[in-house]
């Protein structure tokens, strides 16, 4: 690692994971006036950002700032760290945080994640991992969610994020180095809501490339996003989410940009689904995470236990486990072929506000067992 030249005076941060959002992360905070050491596994990519201030495979085309820096050992890039920045494969978070515990024991760093995934095994969202792992003040904790394609960002196409903390504090202090001249970002303390934004707007633009590979239109794509805002919305409620948050940049937001944008990695897994390759073949192909694929299962599983239809959700999984022909996903947008079903634009009515109801019989339960309880933050 070369000494930084020209050393900025923000805070000092890691971002670990050097894939395409963790290297667009670590110039956004870069160009933010943050020192920056990027963590990559491979030594030689730690190599190309710390040398040639690229990033070849994964952000083509780019420069990067001269004051990034990156290291391949953790412990270097952990030293002296204010906030550690996570943007690795939601699958393999929780055995990167054992490598990363004991080199944070004695630092109280803010942590952050840029991941939108949930663990397939626990259904467990991001910082719910992080806090497990960690075993660290979930107020130390933030997310940062939006419409944030990363080549977009590396391109320095202006852009919005929201940061969410449960503790507003530590959202604003993240907020604070996580913007620039072309990002910008915004804070709320809903985490819940910010998380299952960026992990259900991913399972809806499967959807949206699975109906673009059969060839059909707009109708057909603006029908599945706005039906699709409604599963998220419900899912998210019933899960302790506000669902202002579904409305913002992390539900509403991201779910135009994925659905809309060929450089998603999920739309792009979904077209080839509906082109009529396998799971199998998809997963072959893509060379980028796709955090859909994995977090279909543990979805449907948590919208079982908290009552939620979800139909597009669970067309996906149909085409995924090559249970339903791609064609067919379209004339199933509602759950009831005889009955006509409600339309409703305020969440929570659409079963005569049961997820509504279920979501404040929860926040009940939590503040009768005095705080504690899956809805924390
Ligand atoms: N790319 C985007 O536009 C974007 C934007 C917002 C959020 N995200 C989220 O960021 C997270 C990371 O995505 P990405 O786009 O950077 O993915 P990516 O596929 O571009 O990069 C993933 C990185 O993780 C590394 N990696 C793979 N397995 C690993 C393991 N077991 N341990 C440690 N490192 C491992 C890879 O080598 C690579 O450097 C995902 O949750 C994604 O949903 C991505
Ligand atoms: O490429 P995707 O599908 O992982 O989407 C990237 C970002 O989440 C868009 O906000």
Same mark, same amino acid.
């Given at each position: 690692?070369?000494?930084?030249?020209?050393?900025?005076?923000?805070?000092?941060?890691?971002?670990?994971?050097?894939?395409? +959002?963790?290297?667009?992360?670590?110039?956004?905070?870069?160009?933010?006036?943050?020192?920056?050491?990027? +963590?990559?596994?491979?030594?030689?990519?730690? =190599?190309?950002?710390?040398?040639?201030?690229?990033?070849?495979?994964?952000?083509? /085309?780019?420069?990067?700032?001269?004051?990034?820096?990156?290291? =391949?050992?953790?412990?270097?890039?952990?030293?002296?760290?204010?906030?550690?920045?996570?943007?690795?494969?939601?699958?393999?978070?929780?055995?990167?945080?054992?490598?990363?515990?004991?080199?944070?024991?004695?630092?109280?760093?803010?942590?952050?994640?840029?991941?939108? $995934?949930?663990?397939?095994?626990?259904?467990?969202?991001?910082?719910?991992?992080?806090?497990?792992?960690?075993?660290?003040?979930?107020?130390?904790?933030?997310?940062?969610?939006?419409?944030?394609?990363?080549?977009?960002?590396?391109?320095?196409?202006?852009?919005?994020?929201?940061?969410?903390?449960?503790?507003?504090? !530590?959202?604003?202090?993240?907020?604070?180095?996580?913007? #620039?001249?072309?990002?910008?970002?915004?804070?709320? !303390?809903?985490?819940?809501?910010?998380?299952?934004?960026?992990?259900?707007?991913?399972?809806?633009?499967?959807?949206?490339?699975?109906?673009?590979?059969? /060839?059909?239109?707009? #109708?057909?794509?603006?029908?599945?996003?706005?039906?699709?805002?409604?599963?998220?919305?419900?899912?998210?409620?019933?899960?302790?989410? =506000?669902?202002?948050?579904?409305?913002?940049?992390? /539900?509403? $937001?991201?779910?135009?940009?994925?659905?809309?944008?060929?450089?998603?990695?999920?739309?792009?897994? $979904?077209?080839?689904?509906?082109?009529?390759?396998?799971?199998?073949?998809?997963?072959?192909?893509?060379?980028?995470?796709?955090?859909?694929?994995?977090?279909?299962?543990?979805?449907?599983?948590?919208?079982?236990?908290?009552?939620?239809?979800?139909?597009?959700?669970?067309?996906?999984?149909?085409?995924?486990?090559?249970?339903?022909?791609?064609?067919?996903?379209?004339? =199933?947008?509602?759950?009831?072929?005889?009955?006509?079903?409600?339309?409703?634009?305020?969440?929570?009515?659409?079963?005569?506000?049961?997820?509504?109801?279920?979501?404040?019989?929860?926040?009940?339960?939590?503040?009768?067992?005095?705080?504690?309880?899956?809805?924390?933050?």
């Amino acid at each position: 690692m070369t000494p930084k030249r020209g050393v900025p005076a923000g805070p000092r941060v890691a971002v670990i994971g050097a894939g395409s +959002w963790g290297t667009t992360f670590g110039k956004i905070l870069a160009d933010g006036g943050a020192q920056v050491t990027m +963590w990559a596994r491979r030594a030689e990519l730690a =190599h190309e950002i710390d040398e040639a201030k690229r990033n070849s495979r994964y952000l083509p /085309g780019i420069n990067l700032p001269r004051t990034m820096a990156a290291t =391949h050992e953790l412990a270097i890039a952990l030293q002296d760290v204010d906030q550690v920045y996570l943007s690795v494969p939601s699958q393999s978070l929780r055995e990167n945080l054992k490598a990363l515990r004991p080199l944070l024991a004695d630092n109280d760093a803010k942590i952050v994640s840029l991941m939108k $995934g949930v663990e397939r095994t626990t259904g467990l969202r991001m910082s719910q991992v992080i806090e497990q792992e960690l075993r660290c003040d979930p107020d130390r904790i933030a997310v940062a969610s939006g419409p944030n394609l990363a080549l977009e960002i590396a391109r320095e196409q202006p852009t919005a994020a929201v940061i969410s903390s449960r503790s507003r504090e !530590t959202a604003e202090e993240v907020a604070r180095a996580a913007r #620039n001249s072309y990002f910008r970002t915004f804070v709320n !303390t809903d985490v819940i809501g910010t998380e299952f934004g960026g992990v259900l707007k991913n399972l809806i633009a499967v959807a949206i490339g699975i109906v673009d590979g059969v /060839g059909y239109g707009e #109708n057909t794509k603006a029908s599945i996003i706005t039906r699709g805002l409604v599963e998220m919305t419900d899912f998210a409620v019933a899960n302790g989410a =506000h669902p202002e948050t579904l409305q913002g940049l992390a /539900g509403l $937001g991201d779910l135009i940009a994925t659905c809309q944008s060929p450089l998603s990695r999920n739309n792009t897994a $979904g077209r080839l689904l509906g082109q009529g390759y396998s799971f199998q073949d998809v997963v072959k192909q893509m060379q980028q995470t796709a955090e859909g694929l994995a977090s279909v299962a543990p979805v449907l599983q948590l919208a079982r236990e908290s009552e939620v239809d979800m139909p597009i959700v669970e067309q996906v999984k149909m085409v995924l486990d090559g249970k339903m022909n791609p064609r067919d996903i379209a004339p =199933h947008l509602t759950t009831d072929d005889d009955t006509p079903q409600g339309e409703r634009t305020n969440h929570g009515q659409a079963d005569g506000g049961g997820a509504l109801r279920r979501a404040l019989q929860r926040a009940f339960d939590q503040f009768r067992n005095g705080g504690r309880g899956a809805g924390r933050d």
